[in-house]
Structures are given as C-alpha cells and as structure tokens.
Nanobody, 117 residues
Framework: AEVAAGVWGGLVQAGGSLRLSCAAS???????????VGWYRQRSGEQRELVAS???????KYGDSVKGRFSISRDNAENLVHLQMDSLKPEDTAVYYC????????WGQGTLVTVFQ
C-alpha cells in the first residue's frame, strides 16, 4: 500500500489518549514533504470528515470537534504523520483514515478507534 496506518491500541476509555501513526511509501512519495498529509474519520452513518491535516508549509488544520484535544505532527525524514489524541470522548469513535495529497490523493486502509465510557 502507498499509505499504511499503524496504530497501537484502538480501544480506549473516555478521557484517555491514543496516538496514531501513518507511514507513506518511500517509492511513491519521494517528495513527501511536498504533500499535505493528515487524518480523516468516518463515524457510523456519517460522512468522512477532516480530523487534522498539515500542509507542506507546516500549516495545520483541525476539525472543530477536536481542536484543543488532538495534535498532528509530521516527520518528513521518515515519511510519517502522527495524530496525538487526548481527552478522548465516545463521540470520537470512528474509523480513522490517514491521507496524503488531499481528498483526491492517497488513503490508508482505515483504523477503528473505539472510545468507551
């Protein structure tokens, strides 16, 4: 896969934290630093929505519901993008997708994050 998400632990109690990481293929993304990369999520019965993204200039965008709780970072040397999720809520339960290149770009396979009370 061009973009592969790695996650350590997809089940977390409300108020807890989780860190998602996504690696992009070096053969496909030789100039990874030029891509906007980020994370989207899709909750059951809803459309996919932006969680966070970081552009090639380092400008970061966050969905309104995660501002102040989630933080995105990128490591261009390793073709990685991370999503630190703190103060998780049950409504954060969703399948999370990493992305490179925007909506018309490349997508990871999706990782289920479940937040329980």
């Amino acid at each position: 896969a061009e973009v592969a998400a790695g996650v350590w632990g997809g089940l977390v109690q409300a108020g807890g934290s989780l860190r998602l990481s996504c690696a992009a293929s070096r053969s496909t993304f030789r100039n990874y630093e030029n891509y906007e990369v980020g994370w989207y999520r899709q909750r059951s019965g809803e459309q996919r929505e932006l969680v966070a993204s970081v552009g090639n200039t380092g400008v970061k965008k966050y969905g309104d519901s995660v501002k102040g709780r989630f933080s995105i970072s990128r490591d261009n040397a390793e073709n990685l993008v991370h999503l630190q999720m703190d103060s998780l809520k049950p409504e954060d339960t969703a399948v999370y997708y990493c992305n490179a290149g925007g909506l018309l770009g490349y997508w990871g396979q999706g990782t289920l994050v479940t937040v329980f009370q």
